[in-house]
């Protein structure tokens, strides 16, 4: 007789790369929340949790329906579009069975996954939290629990963080091979784009834009136009550094909504050597040049970050070095102060990090990061190497 599954009996289901939320009708893989129909759900939950037993098209059409006067091929139908939905994020879940029925794909023991591999992805994750100490602005961070954040694919290759404003552009903006990372808050608006090859980005766009009023843009269609790919991954050498060293490089463009005169930029560049696999040192610097300051100035520091992996995603707490060891923030100018009221980065800059903040990171392909800082409420991509 057919065994049936009901959501509060168990909410979640943790299979493989991916999370399974009954109640939310959601699959989570590498941070991207995905919404399902009830019949998809219905289906993945029989067959991941019983997932050594082969199961009939009659068997899913009765669970799955919750009737039988269906004809069965509604069955493999709905799972073509089921595995064309998951197969976009590399969730392999179902398997077929030739003359039987379908099976979830074995599963794996995460116990042996290669030690290397996930050595280098923690520190890949690390790198990409020192920039939020770059952007940081001062004030009391009093509560040390992280936000409940989520990446969600609004549209095709068009991501958002759970928490961002709602946005609204013209969908025919949008580029073929071109994914979008829209981040809206009240004083500021982060445009991340990768020109997708393959598993790789090969190049990224990164443009904030900062308001001094408390609302920004909800139409960002002419924002979109903006979106062109000129800085890609660097040319390298072959790298002898040990495998715990690692680098992470960005650019980013500035502009204000309220000032159509001000532009500006930073080129960032860290390294991360490892004391152990959730303990992480960062040495950072960064150069920015922006319309109110005639020249450049920079930045440099030292910090420690700590990892915790949450459903594919990490999440990182930043702290200054300034307790444990010698601690090094240094501005450095390289050229003066013209215009006070054409200067954005520089005030939110001027009196350095905050003690303690957390960051999200998702990891989106082999050489692309994207971050989102709690401090600032900014997100942007950047590029992974040795």
Same mark, same amino acid.
């Given at each position: 007789?057919?065994?049936?599954?009901?959501?509060?009996? /168990?909410?979640? %289901?943790?299979?493989?790369?991916?999370?399974?939320?009954?109640?939310?009708?959601?699959?989570?893989?590498?941070?991207?929340?995905?919404?399902?129909?009830?019949?998809?759900?219905? %289906?993945?939950?029989?067959?991941?949790?019983?997932?050594?037993?082969?199961?009939?098209?009659?068997? %899913?059409?009765?669970?799955?329906?919750?009737?039988?006067?269906?004809?069965?091929?509604?069955?493999?139908?709905?799972?073509?579009?089921?595995?064309?939905?998951?197969?976009?994020?590399?969730?392999?879940?179902?398997?077929?069975?030739?003359?039987?029925?379908?099976?979830?794909?074995?599963?794996?023991?995460?116990?042996?996954?290669?030690?290397?591999?996930?050595?280098?992805?923690?520190?890949?994750?690390?790198?990409?939290?020192?920039?939020?100490?770059?952007?940081?602005?001062?004030?009391?961070?009093?509560?040390?629990?992280?936000?409940?954040?989520?990446? %969600?694919?609004?549209?095709?290759?068009?991501?958002?963080?759970?928490?961002?404003?709602?946005?609204?552009?013209?969908?025919?903006?949008?580029?073929?091979?071109?994914?979008?990372?829209?981040?809206?808050?009240?004083?500021?608006?982060?445009?991340?784009?990768?020109?997708?090859?393959?598993?790789?980005?090969?190049?990224?766009?990164?443009?904030?834009?900062?308001?001094?009023?408390?609302?920004?843009?909800?139409?960002?269609?002419?924002?979109?136009?903006?979106?062109?790919?000129?800085?890609?991954?660097?040319?390298?050498?072959?790298?002898? /550094?040990?495998?715990?060293?690692?680098?992470?490089?960005?650019?980013?463009?500035?502009?204000?909504?309220?000032?159509?005169?001000?532009?500006?930029?930073?080129?960032?560049?860290?390294?991360?050597?490892?004391?152990?696999?959730?303990?992480?040192?960062?040495?950072?610097?960064?150069?920015?040049?922006?319309?109110?300051?005639?020249?450049?100035?920079?930045?440099?520091?030292?910090?420690?970050?700590?990892?915790?992996? /949450?459903?594919?995603?990490?999440?990182?707490?930043?702290?200054?070095?300034?307790?444990?060891?010698?601690?090094?923030?240094?501005?450095?100018?390289?050229?003066?102060?013209?215009?006070?009221?054409?200067?954005?980065?520089?005030?939110?800059?001027?009196?350095?990090?905050?003690? /303690?903040?957390?960051?999200?990171?998702?990891?989106?392909?082999?050489?692309?990061?994207?971050?989102?800082?709690?401090?600032?409420?900014?997100?942007?991509?950047?590029?992974?190497?040795?």
């Amino acid at each position: 007789m057919l065994k049936f599954f009901h959501v509060n009996k /168990q909410r979640t %289901i943790a299979y493989n790369n991916f999370t399974l939320h009954l109640d939310k009708k959601t699959i989570i893989s590498n941070g991207i929340t995905t919404h399902l129909t009830d019949i998809e759900v219905k %289906i993945l939950s029989l067959l991941t949790q019983e997932h050594t037993k082969t199961f009939s098209k009659e068997e %899913i059409l009765a669970c799955a329906w919750n009737s039988t006067d269906n004809y069965t091929s509604v069955v493999p139908q709905a799972i073509s579009l089921l595995r064309k939905k998951l197969h976009k994020h590399h969730i392999d879940a179902i398997e077929t069975v030739k003359g039987k029925g379908y099976k979830a794909t074995k599963k794996c023991d995460t116990s042996n996954i290669n030690k290397k591999t996930l050595f280098k992805l923690i520190i890949i994750m690390g790198l990409s939290i020192s920039i939020g100490y770059i952007l940081s602005i001062i004030a009391e961070n009093k509560d040390l629990t992280p936000e409940n954040q989520y990446l %969600i694919e609004s549209l095709p290759n068009v991501y958002t963080p759970s928490n961002s404003l709602p946005i609204k552009f013209d969908h025919s903006e949008l580029k073929d091979n071109v994914a979008y990372y829209i981040n809206r808050q009240s004083r500021n608006l982060s445009i991340s784009a990768c020109l997708q090859k393959g598993n790789f980005c090969k190049a990224v766009y990164n443009k904030v834009y900062f308001t001094n009023s408390e609302n920004t843009h909800v139409d960002i269609s002419s924002f979109l136009k903006e979106v062109t790919f000129k800085y890609e991954p660097p040319k390298l050498l072959v790298a002898h /550094q040990e495998d715990s060293e690692f680098k992470v490089e960005s650019s980013i463009c500035f502009a204000a909504l309220d000032n159509p005169e001000y532009s500006g930029h930073a080129y960032m560049y860290y390294d991360i050597k490892t004391e152990s696999t959730t303990k992480l040192l960062s040495e950072l610097s960064i150069y920015i040049t922006e319309s109110g300051y005639e020249g450049g100035y920079s930045f440099s520091s030292d910090l420690i970050i700590k990892l915790d992996k /949450q459903d594919s995603k990490y999440t990182a707490l930043l702290n200054n070095i300034n307790e444990e060891r010698n601690f090094k923030v240094g501005r450095k100018h390289f050229g003066i102060i013209k215009d006070q009221t054409q200067l954005y980065a520089y005030p939110r800059l001027l009196n350095g990090p905050v003690k /303690q903040f957390f960051a999200h990171i998702y990891p989106i392909n082999k050489n692309t990061n994207f971050t989102y800082f709690e401090d600032t409420s900014i997100s942007i991509l950047m590029f992974e190497h040795k």
